[in-house]
């Protein structure tokens, strides 16, 4: 399988505990981005890379969210000290230029 | 502001049965308008993608149409089948000033397709 591949795809996790999300992209695309959706709502837009560099983040981006493409392959995305709030699928998609974003399967993150 | 409404909400049709979903959007400067269809639990998946001077694309059983004058476009799906339950994302793509192509995304329809 050559799509999107996100881990976990599950994660349950207390408030205040720190949790990491990965993403693999296409492996010839060289922009990736991160979204979040809250149920029954489109994606919001959090954060976009090309290559290595983080070239936008969204005002949603607090300063307890950080993401990383270090070697401009998988990224991954931080949340610290996580809220109720925070309850919500991140969805990660990668696309070749301006072409369409494939997106993955998502990883459903719920805060207790 | 840059936003798209997209109605209905939900909708339940028999299968075999044609139907129609609409979007509307205020996104400027518009780049391209998507379709998506999202399944439960998994992420968006492209239908068509149409481009400023294109009316109308289809893929299969698709079809969406688009009024860059009016702001609107549609996805007719024609003989649902029950594989068609899934919700229908609608998605404009507008230029950032720093040559960003960034997604806004409808809150989606719906639909159901019942025995």
């Known amino acids: 399988d050559t799509g999107v591949s996100q881990d976990p795809r599950h994660k349950i996790t207390k408030r205040g505990q720190n949790v990491t999300f990965r993403c693999d992209p296409i492996s010839e695309h060289n922009r990736l981005y991160w979204y979040r959706q809250t149920l029954g709502q489109g994606p919001e837009f959090l954060t976009y890379?090309?290559?290595?560099?983080?070239?936008?983040k969204s005002r949603l981006l607090s300063d307890r969210f950080s993401a990383e493409r270090p070697k401009g392959s998988f990224s991954t995305l931080e949340i610290q000290r996580t809220e109720q709030g925070d309850s919500a699928m991140y969805l990660c998609?990668?696309?070749?230029?301006?072409?369409?974003?494939?997106f993955g399967p998502g990883t459903r993150l719920t805060v207790l | 502001k840059n936003q798209v409404e997209q109605s209905p909400q939900s909708l339940i049709i028999l299968e075999g049965k044609n139907c129609t979903l609409q979007c509307n959007y205020t996104v400027s400067p518009f780049s391209n308008l998507r379709w998506y269809k999202q399944d439960t639990g998994r992420g968006p998946v492209s239908l068509t993608i149409m481009t400023f001077s294109e009316n109308t694309k289809s893929n299969g059983r698709y079809t969406a149409t688009l009024d860059a004058d009016t702001k609107q476009s549609s996805l007719h799906i024609t003989a649902s089948q029950l594989s068609d339950s899934a919700s229908y994302i609608c998605?404009?793509?507008?230029?950032?000033?720093?040559?960003?192509?960034?997604?806004?995304f409808g809150t989606g329809t719906r639909l159901l397709v019942s025995p």
């Open positions: 998605v404009v793509s507008r230029w950032e000033n720093t040559g960003f192509q960034k997604l806004v």
């Open positions: 890379f090309q290559n290595e560099a983080q070239l936008e």
């Open positions: 998609a990668s696309s070749s230029r301006g072409d369409t974003q494939y």
